[in-house]
């Protein structure tokens, strides 16, 4: 009797063996089709939406599960952003960015979010002015996922003397030919003119922007702070000078820099108290204690919850010629019992402990979580933290921190008991006596408690000041170049 056809087999294979590698590639093809179908299906996952208004700029993030392609241009009359991003369904998560855009954001107006087409969803920017984006993605660090970024700058850059000039921190008589030029000088120009000037061993531009204060008899050094006694009411802060004596008029300038924010959040205490919120407090009541020195004015670095990279933190102090700049942080450890008050200053040559050494790598981690896009960077001032640190500037920060130090071991326990240094980034600045104050530790619940109860950051303003002021008594800053 004749097999049905469907039993017939090619000469020299048996049926059996041809059914079972039938079965085994049918298996394996829908094995094949069973991963490939899924991941031409699956879109990326918006896991959150954040938005960060600020006069700097806005910045909008979108964190997934991978990394995302995005293209954009811009739209005139009226201004918009248009984006739109590949491999992306339109989800809940990503239709709550409309609601994230407050009223007050200084660039955007609102945003439109739809399903362009298929795996494209689209954004689009309704803008207040005309913007300069940037547009890139950061991978996976710290507690983040692949982020994308919007960054929205205004054409014209934010200059930091024309915002103190709007919130009335700075007189327009100061800078009248608007923001002025801060060449960098080289090393051995710093060090030589260093030497020359041993009061205060710093360089300073020569066309500064202020000259507030009146000094006698000294051309060369001003004592802006008065430390212990006030001048009567009135006492005349102009005498007639001799014509070889002219009078210097001087304002001190200082730049508080609150770390981290944004993006950025810095160390967290186990009740949730994150460093970025408690810095920010400390700052502005240092701010205003600071303010009520005379003959004192303060920028800060950021006076909202908004990232600023390390570098433009230094760049923005150049900016308005800051005579100081204090780095105020609330790291934490590893361990909860650490605790302390402790203040940094550069080093060139390694940290002084382990401790310091950690601390910096944290610190320095910030550009990484906040968030920069290293194509932007500017190459030159990158060059000018890295390469114009001199042995002068770190000498001055020295007697600031010490000074700074000694107050602050009045209200709180001190790490170590004396001044420690580490290659923070933010302490760079080749021309400017700068310090980096470690309130305490978040990460310890006792300080935690501290750090947020209004007493204690009072304290900790009132010791900064002191320090400062002390510094000040036995190292005057040098005169401008400004006459009166």
Do not use: C
Request: positive net charge.
């Amino acid at each position: 009797m004749s097999r049905p056809s469907s039993f017939r087999t090619r000469p020299g294979l048996a049926p059996a063996s041809r059914m079972s590698r039938r079965t085994v590639l049918k298996a394996g093809g829908t094995l094949l089709l069973s991963v490939i179908a899924p991941m031409r299906a699956r879109a990326a996952q918006i896991l959150g939406v954040r938005v960060w208004p600020a006069a700097d700029y806005t910045r909008v993030t979108l964190e997934n599960d991978t990394d995302l392609k995005a293209t954009h241009f811009l739209v005139p009359n009226p201004d918009r952003m248009v984006v739109d991003i590949e491999g992306l369904d339109l989800n809940p998560t990503l239709k709550s960015l409309v609601a994230k855009i407050q009223a007050n954001d200084p660039y955007i107006k609102q945003v439109r979010v739809g399903q362009n087409r298929p795996n494209v969803v689209r954004l689009v920017f309704d803008l207040k002015e005309q913007v300069k984006p940037q547009v890139f993605t950061l991978p996976p660090v710290g507690t983040y996922k692949h982020r994308l970024i919007f960054d929205l700058y205004p054409v014209a850059p934010v200059d930091p003397i024309a915002q103190m000039i709007e919130k009335g921190e700075w007189t327009r008589d100061d800078a009248p030919n608007g923001k002025p030029d801060l060449p960098a000088a080289p090393p051995d120009a710093i060090a030589a003119m260093a030497s020359e000037m041993p009061a205060l061993a710093v360089v300073k531009p020569a066309t500064p922007p202020s000259a507030l204060v009146a000094a006698s008899n000294a051309p060369e050094v001003v004592k802006p702070l008065a430390v212990a006694r006030e001048p009567k009411p009135d006492a005349k802060l102009e005498a007639k000078a001799e014509p070889s004596k002219q009078k210097v008029v001087r304002m001190v300038t200082i730049a508080l820099d609150p770390g981290h924010g944004g993006e950025d959040p810095g160390a967290s205490g186990r009740r949730g108290t994150r460093e970025k919120d408690v810095v920010l407090a400390v700052a502005k009541r240092l701010k205003d204690k600071l303010e009520n020195v005379p003959n004192v004015r303060v920028m800060l670095t950021r006076d909202g919850d908004y990232f600023v990279p390390l570098g433009k933190r230094v760049e923005k102090a150049r900016a308005v010629q800051a005579d100081l700049f204090v780095s105020i942080h609330a790291d934490g450890f590893v361990s909860p019992t650490a605790r302390g008050s402790s203040v940094f200053v550069l080093s060139e040559k390694g940290a002084t402990s382990t401790a310091a050494r950690w601390l910096a790598n944290t610190q320095n981690l910030s550009d990484a979580i906040g968030g920069v896009n290293l194509k932007s960077q500017d190459k030159q001032l990158a060059g000018v933290l890295l390469d114009l640190s001199t042995t002068a500037q770190i000498n001055d920060s020295m007697k600031l921190a010490k000074a700074v130090l000694s107050e602050i071991g009045g209200i709180n326990r001190l790490h170590r008991g004396e001044v420690e240094q580490a290659g923070f980034v933010v302490l760079k600045a080749p021309d400017i006596p700068s310090i980096l104050v470690e309130t305490a530790f978040i990460s310890n619940p006792e300080e935690e408690a501290k750090l947020t109860d209004n007493g204690y950051q009072d304290q900790l303003a009132d010791a900064i000041t002191k320090g400062i002021k002390q510094y000040f008594a036995k190292n005057p800053p040098l005169a401008k170049s400004r006459m009166t």
